[in-house]
């Protein structure tokens, strides 16, 4: 499977023979990047905010996932589990463009490699949250604050999530509007001295690491 990170939230999950998915479309005029010119079979929603609901940016979609449930489309099985959508962050997000409210995690399944999309979360789940993801290989974390979790709280979720591969997201970039954190708090709140970085990641399961790795992914243009 190879993940491609479009800016902001969005993301496009890729795998020979199974549905396409692309999380957290973004509205470029209210976010900024560039304008998405994706297609895909499934888009998912996180919450209903310009930057993370723009569906009509993707072309060739069947569906829509918007909230909680269980689905299987394409061979990809796919989990919605709601969060809390309010919390310390939420006269930020309104003044960022993000709508306070629900937020839902996502899990995708690709044959047993399991990817989690964990939206605008602002707050560290429940134990119960926690374990209705299941196990994850893969996390995409928000790390900026704003909307989402700052780094000291992403690097919470993260250690309770345990997963084998974090790549971080809805971070300050110089092609983002938004008033976000840098993503050097993160690394330094990971205890790294620098970020990896690739233009997108190829996943196995021979490839997963058994200790938890940051992948910072750059910034690619539809």
């Not at 929603?45 to 009509?56: L, Q, R």
């Amino acid at each position: 499977m190879e993940i491609t990170w479009y800016g902001h939230s969005c993301f496009r999950l890729t795998e020979r023979s199974y549905a396409t998915v692309v999380t957290d479309p973004f509205d470029s005029k209210s976010i900024g990047y560039d304008s998405l010119k994706l297609r895909s079979d499934i888009v998912t929603v996180s919450h209903d905010a310009p930057g993370h609901n723009n569906t009509d940016a993707v072309k060739g979609t069947s569906h829509v996932i918007d909230g909680a449930g269980e689905f299987e489309i394409g061979g990809v099985f796919i989990t919605g589990v709601q969060t809390d959508g309010s919390g310390s962050g939420k006269k930020k997000a309104k003044k960022d463009g993000e709508a306070s409210g629900r937020n839902t995690v996502y899990v995708f399944d690709y044959d047993g490699i399991t990817v989690a999309h964990l939206g605008d979360l602002r707050d560290v789940p429940t134990q119960s949250e926690i374990e209705s993801l299941g196990t994850i290989n893969v996390a995409l974390v928000p790390v900026g604050g704003g909307g989402g979790l700052n780094a000291a709280k992403a690097a919470e979720v993260i250690s309770l999530i345990e997963p084998n591969l974090v790549i971080p997201m809805h971070y300050s970039t110089p092609a983002a509007k938004l008033s976000l954190d840098s993503l050097n708090k993160f690394i330094k709140e990971m205890g790294l001295s620098k970020a990896e970085t690739q233009p997108s990641i190829k996943v196995t399961r021979s490839s997963l690491p058994n200790e938890t790795h940051v992948v910072v992914l750059d910034y690619q243009k539809s």
